[in-house]
């Protein structure tokens, strides 16, 4: 069965030749995109080093196949069959990759036990992954306290007391590039359980700008002005 | 009233079976499967739905459990072959087993991130990491060639709103040291910040958070640190009324403590009366007027310490021949 490629797919792939246009009197097709999921860009300037990092752009497209056709007779209509192909395809390009020396991960939860479950699957993740691990701490928790009235009228020395507890887990992670971090962080966070939130400290490391380098009254005579 | 054999269909939809038969039955869009209604009594009330034998009694032990629960889904008793219980106890026993139990249903559990499930997931994600760069191994190489540390934080919440508007704030951290400047432009960019320099790490941090979005927040950071840099190498006519008073550190030439102590050495070889200034030219060369003036110096730029005091002891007991 050959697959036809039809107008709406078409302008995935540039460079193709248009095919020629295929009409039926009923024709239905549908393409569904996935929208391809772009890293952000690089600030600052190029990265040397001995083994050249690159970023990695993943597109994942697919093609939903049109139905198949007799040309032959248009009245009756055969049982379409569907072919669902996936292509995935990781570009790699030469854009430099972030790098960030700390990747702070801070877990809030009502729970304790939640987020020691939680802790075990990051931790697990980070080591398959291939990152290095720095502190796992547990940092003190919160404790906000209401005292309210009992009653709905008067009673005012009767009250009751209500308490929410945060507790905190954090989780440190060094030399983390940016490739890496955002798959990490996004597996992390699509596995969060429910009420428990995430905070998320990245300290990215640049060069020097160009035009920090030297300062641009070099080329220009000094003048004896007065500042304005 | 008759007796039907045992049959299992399939029914979708609305059942509209007459009130003589399956009472049970009416208005319910389920799979039912009916089995046989031969009661010898002729029971209507006793046609109850059997319930199969529960998952658990047929898995086996080597089974691939991230197909039971390939993602996050609540507890199922009958799918967990685990002899769980939780919830407070009942007088004289222990806590409710699992069957229908709401407090495992409520907590969030994580049996689709079995260390299985976690590294069949990391095996499809390796692919789109990339290596961090062996050269980059210790924290000083790392500043060495990345100077500028920028720190932004991201929030991942549940509520009303997914926003955070804290996430806008970004800290650009860069160390004074690395950056090109001679004594003049340092002592201006210090004198800029303000207290955004701190002095024991020299490092000098820029905050923003005027701006609503973090990437406009991070392009002012840098434009006011290429505002700074360049402001600070710029020599204003206004600088050269710079008074002692503006002056960062403590510097021995014309001070008082230089012209004191060349007043009492010249007062001391008041017997050869020549020429007052290279009589002082000559006494500033000595090495016992130098090491006073290192030790003044040093007490007045770094404070009263045992060391500085000992010091300026020496250097005064030398200059003036104790």
Not at chain 1, 168 to 177: A, S
Not at chain 2, 206 to 218: A, E, G, V
Request: hydrophobic letters at 35%.
């Amino acid at each position: 069965m050959r697959p036809v490629h039809t107008k709406a797919t078409q302008w995935r792939r540039s460079g193709d030749s248009s095919p020629s246009a295929v009409s039926f009197s009923q024709q239905r097709h549908h393409v569904t995109r996935v929208p391809s999921h772009l890293p952000e860009g690089s600030h600052g300037g190029l990265l040397h080093s001995p083994k050249n990092t690159r970023l990695k752009q993943i597109e994942l497209f697919k093609h939903v196949l049109t139905f198949k056709f007799t040309a032959y007779s248009v009245k009756h209509f055969e049982i379409p069959c569907v072919r669902i192909v996936l292509y995935k395809c990781i570009t790699v390009t030469e854009e430099p990759d972030i790098l960030f020396q700390k990747v702070s991960v801070l877990v809030k939860g009502h729970d304790k036990s939640v987020l020691d479950s939680f802790e075990f699957f990051a931790t697990m993740a980070a080591k398959e992954l291939g990152l290095s691990l720095g502190k796992i701490f547990e940092p003190p928790k919160d404790i906000e306290r209401l005292t309210l009235l009992k009653s709905v009228h008067i009673f005012k020395k009767h009250r009751v007391q209500y308490e929410m507890r945060t507790h905190y887990r954090c989780i440190e992670l060094n030399h983390v590039t940016g490739c890496t971090g955002q798959v990490y962080l996004e597996y992390i966070q699509r596995n969060l359980p429910e009420g428990v939130a995430m905070e998320v400290t990245k300290t990215a490391m640049e060069k020097i700008p160009d035009h920090i380098l030297e300062p641009m009254w070099k080329d220009q005579p000094t003048e004896d002005k007065p500042g304005q | 009233m008759a007796s039907y054999s045992t049959k299992a269909f399939l029914i979708l939809g609305r059942i509209n079976i007459s009130r003589s038969r399956l009472q049970n039955a009416t208005n319910r869009a389920t799979y039912v499967s009916v089995l046989s209604m031969n009661s010898p009594t002729g029971n209507r009330a006793s046609c109850r739905y059997q319930v199969g034998v529960p998952r658990t009694e047929k898995m086996p032990v080597d089974q691939d459990w991230t197909a039971v629960y390939p993602s996050a889904a609540p507890f199922r008793p009958n799918a967990v072959p685990l002899p769980v219980r939780m919830g407070y106890p009942i007088k004289g026993g222990v806590a409710p087993d699992k069957k229908a139990n709401l407090e495992l249903i409520k907590i969030p559990n994580f049996l689709h991130l079995t260390p299985a499930a976690i590294k069949k997931h990391c095996e499809a994600l390796k692919p789109f990491c990339t290596e961090w760069p062996l050269a980059l191994d210790t924290d000083a190489k790392c500043d060495e060639h990345f100077p500028i540390k920028v720190q932004t934080t991201h929030f991942v919440s549940a509520g009303p709103s997914l926003r955070n508007p804290s996430a806008r704030i970004v800290h650009l951290k860069v160390k004074l040291s690395s950056l090109n400047l001679d004594d003049h432009a340092r002592k201006k960019m210090i004198k800029l910040v303000g207290s955004r320099y701190c002095k024991k790490t020299d490092i000098l941090t820029i905050t923003t958070d005027s701006c609503p979005l973090r990437k406009q927040n991070y392009d002012y950071a840098m434009y006011l640190l290429t505002v700074l840099y360049h402001e600070s190498w710029k020599i204003e006519g206004w600088e050269a009324e710079k008074t002692v008073a503006d002056m960062e550190e403590y510097s021995w030439e014309n001070s008082p403590s230089q012209r004191n102590l060349l007043d009492t050495l010249t007062r001391m070889k008041v017997v050869e009366e020549e020429g007052g200034e290279e009589v002082r030219q000559q006494l500033l060369g000595q090495a016992e007027v130098q090491e006073y003036k290192d030790s003044v110096t040093r007490l007045k730029n770094e404070g009263e310490n045992e060391d500085t005091l000992l010091q300026y002891k020496e250097a005064v007991k030398k200059v003036l021949k104790l």
